[in-house]
């Protein structure tokens, strides 16, 4: 046997049968006023309409909401409660509505990262910040190197390893640090064993892992550690981002910067023997000006420097 109730026989649901919402309108609207007359021009109704509407009301609910004296109309004691009540309930609609219609007028704010960085360290930690600020609609863009700010990009996060525009402003993120990284499980077969006190030595036999985005990483690395950059070419990837890859596949031994590698070596895939160590290079968000203390770019530096740390 079927039913079109839902619910207990006294529920909630079944005994709230509200008046037509229209009706509720043109109610309102002569209770604000105090005037059949007014509320009919205000709503572009006749005042038969209202008048009728009014009605409807009355005979739901069984009570005269108005005191008709003359031409004058006098809410009554139920008449007052309903009106503040409805007077409530549309305000918190009208505020609803308003917001909505706010947010979807808001620009999608547009940031540019660098390939890698938005692959391995801002996508897997944006949902984050859509859960904190879902009234900020974010676009990312791939992208490196120098960039025009304000020509359809709001923002962008890059490293300090080209000169910048005037008048860009920059945000400090996060320093660069860097050292060889592999997978967990080769260490051994590319690392010798440390001896007390000091740091495993890359052994001679293992396969580095270079980039063309970044072909000098080994050198660098090895000037700022004071370490020998390993002797044999290895093989060469044309992004950063495969070279990580590969390094989680075990072909041989990557540079990693810590930011791009954290999650792995956090999850025990990759590991970091000799340690990091900073490069002098650091991350920056850039904007066309000095973003101020509201708004979407305001939320998203704060959130950056949140997860930077």
């Known amino acids: 046997m079927s039913s079109d109730h839902f619910g207990e026989l006294h529920s909630q649901m079944s005994a709230t049968r509200l008046p037509p919402l229209a009706a509720l309108r043109c109610f309102e609207a002569a209770a ?3 005037s059949f007359s ?18 409807l009301i009355e005979d739901e609910l069984g009570v005269a909401l108005f005191e008709r004296r003359s031409r004058r109309v006098f809410l009554t004691e139920a008449g007052r409660k309903l009106a503040a009540a409805v007077r409530e309930g549309f305000g918190l609609v009208e505020s609803a509505v308003r917001e ?25 930690r944006l949902p984050d910040f859509q859960a904190r600020h879902p009234e900020v609609s974010i676009h990312l863009v791939a992208g490196g190197g120098p960039v025009s700010l304000g020509r359809g990009i709001d923002l962008a996060i890059r490293r300090d390893d080209f000169p910048r525009s005037g008048g860009t402003h920059a945000v400090p993120l996060f320093p660069e640090r860097i050292g060889p990284v592999c997978r967990t499980d080769k260490i051994a077969l590319f690392f010798n064993e ?5 740091l495993p030595q890359l052994r001679k036999d293992a396969i580095p892992l270079h980039t063309r985005t970044r072909p000098n990483a080994w050198e660098t690395w090895g000037t700022t550690a004071d370490r020998a950059a390993p002797e044999q070419r290895g093989q060469v990837f044309e992004h950063f981002y495969i070279s990580l890859q590969a390094a989680i596949a075990g072909i041989g031994v990557a540079i990693g910067p810590w930011q791009l590698v954290r999650d792995d070596i956090d999850n025990g895939i990759l590991a970091a023997p000799c340690g990091f160590i900073e490069d002098g290079t650091a991350y920056h968000l850039l904007s066309p000006s000095a973003i101020g203390d509201h708004g979407p770019s305001a939320a998203l530096r704060d959130w950056l420097l949140a997860e930077s740390i």
Do not use: K
């Not at 808001?106 to 660098?114: H, I, K, M, N």
């Not at 440390?194 to 000091?198: D, H, L, R």
């Open 194 to 198: 440390a001896e007390a006190g000091s």
């Open 32 to 34: 604000r006023l105090e």
């Open 100 to 124: 909505i219609r706010d947010v979807a007028r808001t620009p999608a704010l547009v940031v540019s990262c660098e390939p890698t960085l938005l692959m391995r360290w801002l996508i897997p």
């Open 38 to 55: 007014r509320a009919a021009d205000a709503l572009h109704l006749t005042h038969g309409a209202i008048s009728r509407a009014v009605r």
